[in-house]
């Protein structure tokens, strides 16, 4: 029921884990299994330099949010916010339709981080 694309990267999740110094975090959870989502981000001169994630997400929240992070790595902060949840899924070859819901963690919560990061450079 998954595409290979998506074994693939539940099996070999690229960037999980935190960055500890990161300049924006992003916390969402999904109101329909309860699973939560942590996105850290890294921006130097305008660029998502870093990008990292932590989840007690499913196998196809884990795979989403590593392909997310491949995508937004490298892009500016305007083009990591125009990254939908549809990109993440059609990037993944699709998911199954009950677990659709599963990708929306992923691009949520990197907007959220760059929410966070947009705030905190306001403040200073
Ligand atoms: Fe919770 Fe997929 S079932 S994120």
Known sequence: MYSEKVMEHFSNPRNVGEIEDADGIGEVGNPTCGDMMTIYIKVNDGKLT??????????????????????????TIEEALEISRDDVAES???????????SNLAADGLHAAIEDYLNKSKSN
Do not use: Y
């Not at 870093?50 to 892009?75: L, N």
């Not at 993944?92 to 599963?102: E, F, M, R, T, V």
């Open 92 to 102: 993944l070859d699709g998911l199954p339709p009950a677990k659709l819901h599963c």
């Open 50 to 75: 870093d990008v990292k994630f932590k989840t007690f997400g499913c196998a196809a929240a884990i795979a989403t949010s590593s392909m997310m992070t491949e995508i937004a790595k490298g892009k």
